[in-house]
């Protein structure tokens, strides 16, 4: 699943490709992605005649926002976007056809089907789901090492679990927490509560130096992601324990070991991460 720095790039590459564009009409060919309004119909109708003023993100969420609605679309699993012109051949499993007045057109494509967008006047999405309980970007002010020591501090469950939570902070998944805990040489498995003051503090820069190295090499390309543009990322290069198992780690030459931690697959070093 892509998470902030994937999300972020797509944002970045779709912000050069389609802003200024007026959508004259909306294909959806499945249904089921479009989660408000409830009726389709009403989802194309409202889009009709909108120009795109500006893209932005929350979290792993993508925010297109028109004249006077937010589209949010998460990209969940495997879903992409590309830009096409009209009379291109429409690839398989593409399920939204967002179709410009300049003879170029949107596509939204999504094998597995697990994408989600929802409309909304403009200035509700944050008040409601999916945003409204979302927690801190991790590249705002408010994103501290004291409000990150707070949340773990009251956490009983792994450090692992409570840095995938969503409410707490946003845009961090299964790569993005196995490589911060490795910089900080954090072990997944241990409580989130007894992780010391001065751990956490190593812990939040270590978020923020790989989420910043990250974005600025384009996310990593884990499976069929690919931003906006159809490009690879380049992260995966520098990944340091995700998808190593097995492998000698960079600073002690130990194998990487893969576990399960609150069901989600996590590598960490046995021997650097404490
Ligand atoms: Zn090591």
């Known amino acids: 699943m892509p998470e902030l720095p ?3 790039t797509v944002r970045r590459t779709l912000a050069e490709l ?7 009409q909306v294909d959806v060919g499945w249904a089921k992605m479009i989660k408000r309004p409830d009726d389709v119909d009403q989802f194309k109708w409202l889009l009709k005649g909108q120009t795109i003023r500006s893209m932005g993100r929350r979290g792993k969420f993508l925010l297109f926002h028109l004249d006077d609605y937010t589209l949010v679309s998460h990209l969940r699993m495997e879903g992409r976007y590309g830009l096409y012109q009209q009379n291109e051949s429409v690839a398989k499993h593409t399920h939204v056809r967002f179709v410009f007045g300049d003879g ?9 089907k697990f994408g989600t967008m929802h409309l909304f006047q403009s200035g509700r999405e944050q008040m409601e789901p999916p945003l409204a309980k979302l927690g801190v970007e991790p590249f705002s002010d408010q994103f501290s090492a004291k409000l990150l020591t707070e949340h773990l501090s009251k956490a009983s469950r792994k450090i692992k679990s409570a840095l995938l939570d969503q409410g707490i902070i946003v845009g961090l998944g299964n790569i993005y927490v196995d490589e911060a805990l490795f910089r900080a040489r954090i072990h997944p498995e ?3 509560k007894d992780v010391t003051v001065a751990e956490v503090k190593i812990l939040h820069q270590a978020i923020l130096n790989t989420l910043t190295e990250a974005v600025n090499l ?3 390309s884990i499976k069929s992601y690919v931003n906006g543009q159809g490009e690879m990322g380049m992260f995966q290069q520098r990944l340091d324990v995700y998808g190593r198992k097995g492998e000698a ?3 002690c030459g130990t194998p990487i070991t893969k576990t399960v931690v609150g069901g989600r697959g996590t590598h960490f070093c046995s021997v650097c991460q404490k």
């Open 218 to 220: 384009g996310g990593s």
């Open 249 to 251: 780690c960079r600073q």
């Open 104 to 112: 170029t057109e949107l596509r939204y494509q999504d094998v597995r």
């Open 190 to 192: 241990r409580l989130a």
């Open 18 to 24: 389609v802003i200024g564009k007026t959508i004259e």
């Open 6 to 8: 994937e999300v972020e």
